[in-house]
């Protein structure tokens, strides 16, 4: 028996992000500022109980039997409403599938967009999920470095110029790794610099309500229309084990993704899409929103008052304006794979750079921090714990 | 602009299950023998409540949180105990994967399996699920006709003979769509036949706790150890709104499938799976099987007393010893694509036989009845109504 695998598992390893999740759930007493875990203490398990009791109560013989692949319609009515009255967003449910979190959207649109060798352009540094879902379909991947502001216009240009690039993948607020937000500016010139080409934007958005600072930019999908898809979460809002996400898309590609999504798992659990409703139609979710934003809000300030007070001055990084995380960038030379084992081995896990570069070629001296899964209290020992070990690296 | 999509979604189509699903699922009033769909009266609604209710009230911080791609370990440990207690087989923990149902298992294995052009045997007629999941890889599709006792052995052999067929896609007990189930004899000659070359048998086993006739046959998987990976489900015993299935694997096989597990949803929804460990622990699961194994067997029994009772005695069909569905062979040029419309226009949806054949190539004049997820008055209502569609297409 000689069983031969297919080229994109022919390597075997298991992805980067599994093997960071898999550090970061092990041992009890570590300090995680890896994953983009949500806080737990914030979870409103009494509603999704409340919730559940009812939809089982009320429609049982619906939420748990098989359903249709593009989700639970009054859940996507709800969203549909939600982008209209905080966004201005016109979104018709018909554009939105229920998908097992962002996660899946990213492999869902690469399923019905790339072929093998096919151009992809990235965020770079850029999301580790999205690298790993799109790896699966072996793209050329493009990587348009990011600024300040967002990612860097010429580049961008540069990458989607005199070839056919199928998607450029992005996340315009609070970006994952870094938590920079593309300026309002920014997004023109991205939406101007789509437009001239045939490139999908994939604008994910799962941490776009929890700002903290600042007012809240447009969708750059809301310029593109059929153009961009936009994906979002019901993850870092809600509670991301019940893996809640959609994808808005116009009807050419909507159509694609759903036969993608029914031949993939017929359709997302519908038992927790009747919780979710429920949950957001019986309960104020903007002031649960409101209160886990203050509470990451004040984790993002901490650890960057810990930053300057306990890191050598020559650690860069960035002031998130929302989101989950902020980008340190160490001194020349200190290598951050170096940090991760020395930290793990103190009891506190940090996703080094090179995670966010496909291949693993960038980010040598960058890591990306979590303020969200940890409390105040965790972020001084742990920020602690991470310095000593910058300044014994430094010499 | 100009999206061009990837070859493998350029139809852009909705697949045929979907289709069909959505007729099922469209019209209150309508008797359904499409989909495989448990009967509603028969979820336990009630004790997946309280299970949900204790996981929430012990285990909130752990059930709504991100989770590892592999599942929830108790989860699997208790399907790994179950085929120990009753089957006796040993499969490890470790060797499991918890998936959004057996959908995703074939998705899964075929990502880690099939290059496109790549040999892919299956049964004929065949599951649509698998066709459905499979063709998204574009794989050349094998098919091997399906006896009275199994696929034909010298048809499967000739088929995995002179060329490199990566998989062969099975049920052997109860198939869908036929209800047939493999002899213990061929059980035997279908395993030498695959451990005499390098194909991955894939065995199916979503209805195996269904049976009403006849004594448990043996698992083929384990007879080949690692050529053969099988599959599980809580969909047809428990509830498949849920989403809950499995993958048992080898290692070589398992370590891959984590991988784009993870790719592709990172994991599947951690509440649910603590709340169905809850629900099997707490409750007398093996009393539940057995009154649906009941129940459906009245209906099996009714719908084929009803076909010899109704319908013109050229008719064929199958007698399943357990399972959610019968095969029914029309008379010569009786087109079952007619019968489906003409049934669809009378209220009573069943699966053209085209269906369960890659590009419909196959067929013609046959239907798939499911009995499980109506009751014995729309059986005979709807047998009614078939038999007299088929008596007037008949003349």
């Given at each position: 028996m000689d069983i031969t695998f297919a080229k994109r598992a022919a390597g075997g390893s298991e992805s980067t992000l599994h093997r960071v999740f898999v550090a970061a759930a092990a041992g009890k007493g570590v300090i995680s500022?890896?994953?983009?875990?949500?806080?737990?203490?914030?979870?409103?398990a009494r509603e999704i109980g409340e919730a559940a009791a009812r939809v089982l109560a009320e429609s049982a013989h619906e939420a748990l039997q098989y359903s249709t692949a593009g989700g639970y319609l009054p859940l996507r009515e709800y969203i549909s409403r939600r982008y209209h009255e905080k966004q201005g967003l016109s979104v018709d449910p018909d554009e939105i599938l229920i998908t097992n979190g962002s996660q899946q959207a990213i492999d869902l649109i690469a399923r019905v967009m790339l072929d093998e060798g096919d151009f992809a352009a990235i965020e770079s540094p850029g999301y580790l999920g999205a690298i790993d879902a799109l790896s699966f379909y072996r793209p050329r991947f493009l990587t348009v470095p990011m600024t300040e502001a967002g990612p860097d216009p010429d580049a961008l240009k540069e990458a989607l110029t005199g070839r056919d690039v199928k998607i450029f993948y992005g996340v315009?607020?609070?970006?994952?790794?870094?938590?920079i937000s593309y300026s309002a500016n920014r997004r023109r010139e991205v939406a101007e610099i789509i437009q001239s080409g045939n490139t999908l934007f994939i604008e994910d958005n799962p941490y776009g309500e929890l700002r903290f600072i600042g007012e809240p930019l447009p969708s750059i999908k809301g310029v593109l229309g059929p153009q961009g898809v936009l994906l979002g979460s019901f993850s870092k809002i809600v509670a991301p084990g019940l893996r809640i996400g959609w994808i808005c898309a116009d009807r050419p590609i909507m159509k694609r993704l759903v036969a993608a999504k029914h031949a993939a798992d017929l359709h997302t659990d519908i038992f927790i899409q009747h919780v979710l409703f429920r949950y957001v139609t019986a309960c104020d979710i903007d002031e649960h929103i409101k209160e886990i934003r203050e509470v990451y809000g004040n984790h993002r300030n901490a650890m960057i008052r810990m930053i300057e007070e306990y890191?050598?001055?020559?650690v860069g990084f960035t002031r998130p304006e929302g989101g989950l995380f902020l980008w340190m960038t160490l001194p020349e030379g200190v290598s951050s794979m170096d940090l991760f084992e020395c930290a793990l081995e103190a009891g506190v896990v940090v996703v080094p750079g090179a995670a966010f570069y496909p291949g693993g070629n960038g980010g040598g001296n960058a890591v990306r921090l979590n303020f969200s899964g940890v409390d105040e209290d965790e972020i001084d020992v742990g920020m602690r714990v991470l310095a000593g070990a910058v300044r014994k690296m430094t010499g």
């Open positions: 500022f890896a994953g983009g875990f949500p806080n737990k203490r914030f979870f409103p315009p607020n609070f970006q994952n790794p870094t938590g890191f050598p001055p020559e």
